[in-house]
């Protein structure tokens, strides 16, 4: 069942190994079914050699119900995620690096950039540490939301959540681009400022914002 749903986690596992935001077999794609269960990337299987027998389909508290691989290690933290945020039918787990690197050094991405703003809602907080395979992920994910489409897991990764997974891989993908960009800024010395609050509103399409910030 679901042929079609288990071939986009795979198609998109293979876009986010294609984009750097993984290496080897790291990392891992979830996605609500219309039953309530959730499609789930097995743990340790390589993407290119994955087909649509090896997703596995667990019900929202954990169970098995299709499938014979083991579940993605962080199953516990992602199904949290589901829990607590009904509104996400997408997740995207990565340890892609410019983000990463950000998180080690900042307890907040500040909204800065056009395309952090487009696909991420704003500025993107960083969580504390938590162990790979622990709930605390999926409990400091929601914990540290703010408005924003992904969550930067310090020493970790990305989570990534959306309503769909086109738009929890854009999060990761421009997320990625713009602490690449962050980054690389920092690296001159110079002091990186903020967007102006009523100009990220603007860029997210509040017609009154920039008219707002011209009174200023």
Sequence with gaps: MYEREKRALIDC???MKACRLITLCGGNVCARLESGNIAVTPSGL????????DIVV?????QVVEGTRRPTSDLD???????????VNATIHTHQPYATALGLVADEFPACLVSQIDALRGSVPVAPFTPSSDKGMGVLTVEHYN???????????VMAFAPD?????YAAVYLEEAAQTYLAALATGRKVEPLDPELVKAELGDPDSWANYLQK
């Design 13 to 15: 596992a293979l876009e």
């Design 165 to 169: 997974l086109q738009q929890a891989l």
């Design 46 to 53: 390589d993407y290119e050699t994955m087909n649509t027998d």
């Design 147 to 157: 408005g924003s489409l992904a969550v930067i897991l310090r020493g970790h990764g």
């Design 77 to 87: 933290a992602i199904l949290y995620i589901f829990e607590q945020f009904p509104w």
């Design 58 to 62: 667990v019900t929202p508290e954990g």
